[in-house]
């Protein structure tokens, strides 16, 4: 099949840069590094255009950390309609099984192939237009999933690039060393890597504690000739706020329906408001600094 026929190049042609965020293990924070990337690109530029695409299939977290919960996808014409978190303004689009679960409880219990499938239709299906930067949440490992989005995307295979999320001791740097590998043997560029959870912040005194020690993925960056794009500590606010962000939506959105008729002022993106508030806000907003660097150099220099 040409490259022009194929239905998932022909909805990726039209998006710039495509950041597949990745984590040897589960628990190092790998949503909540794809949440805030992505609201930062948004915050980049007042006319980026952000999607965000959760294939962590059995563990979908995005919409509730995006403040999104609860929403339904729609078909149209052109497709599916993604979920936009900042409402009107769309320009945050988002896309994930969540949101076609008939209760968030219900467990996705799926063999590979149609694993597969359902990626295929979120990047062939989905009405992305046009974006500035897709970020790609991923469940924790290199299987399956992975293995699919990839093959996927061969077709738009000069868009694509990587970010490794790790904490700082040796069990997960050594799995991040596994990731790594994965995307050596893909080709797959790398952008850098986070080291999240380095130290914990008291929000009483504010004493760091390094809880899981400190350094580690400083140290496996200089090791692989990897850019280190920063280090985050243990945030209470940050976790707060994404926890609690689907249900200031939902009080939102109620307002919004009992307020229908009224003449009101206009809707700011409130999670963006609060997310910017955080001391890991100031934090992230280098860190996705350094990220557009590297893009903008081009992909022959990323490390492979």
């Not at 868009?159 to 596994?178: E, H």
Request: net charge negative; proline share 6%.
């Amino acid at each position: 099949m040409a490259a022009e026929e194929n239905p998932i190049y022909r909805r990726m042609k039209s998006v710039k840069h495509i950041i597949i965020v990745l984590s040897g293990k589960g628990g190092v924070g790998k949503s909540s590094v794809t949440s805030q990337l992505a609201l930062n690109l948004y915050a980049s530029s007042p006319t980026a255009r952000v999607g965000v695409l959760d294939i962590d299939l059995t563990g979908p977290s995005i919409p509730r950390m995006l403040g999104v919960d609860g929403h339904g996808v729609h078909q149209s014409q052109g497709g599916w309609v993604p979920v936009y978190a900042d409402g009107a303004a769309a320009r945050l689009a988002c896309m994930s099984v969540g949101f076609l679960l008939k209760n968030k409880g219900d467990s996705v219990v799926w063999r590979g192939p149609k694993k597969n499938g359902m990626i295929r239709q979120f990047l062939s299906d989905v009405r992305w237009g046009e974006l500035d930067y897709l970020v790609i949440d991923t469940p924790p490992g290199t299987s399956d999933e992975h293995l699919s989005l990839i093959e996927h995307l061969a077709p738009v295979n000069d868009k694509l690039s990587s970010v490794i999320v790790t904490t700082p001791q040796v069990v997960a740097l050594t799995d991040s060393m596994k990731c790594l590998s994965f995307t050596r043997n893909v080709n797959l560029p790398v952008l850098g890597l986070i080291e999240n959870m380095s130290g914990y912040v008291c929000p009483c005194c504010g004493e760091v504690s390094n809880v899981f020690s400190t350094g580690g993925g400083e140290d496996m960056a200089k090791r692989e000739g990897l850019r280190l794009l920063g280090s985050l500590p243990v945030d209470t606010e940050l976790v707060t706020l994404l926890d609690a962000a689907a249900v200031a939506e939902k009080e939102r959105d109620t307002a919004s329906e009992e307020g229908a008729g009224r003449e009101s002022p206009p809707v700011t993106f409130e999670l963006l408001a609060k997310y910017q508030k955080t001391p890991t806000a100031k934090l992230f907003k280098d860190i996705a600094a350094r990220a557009i660097e590297n893009l903008n150099c081009g992909e022959d220099h990323l490390p492979r």
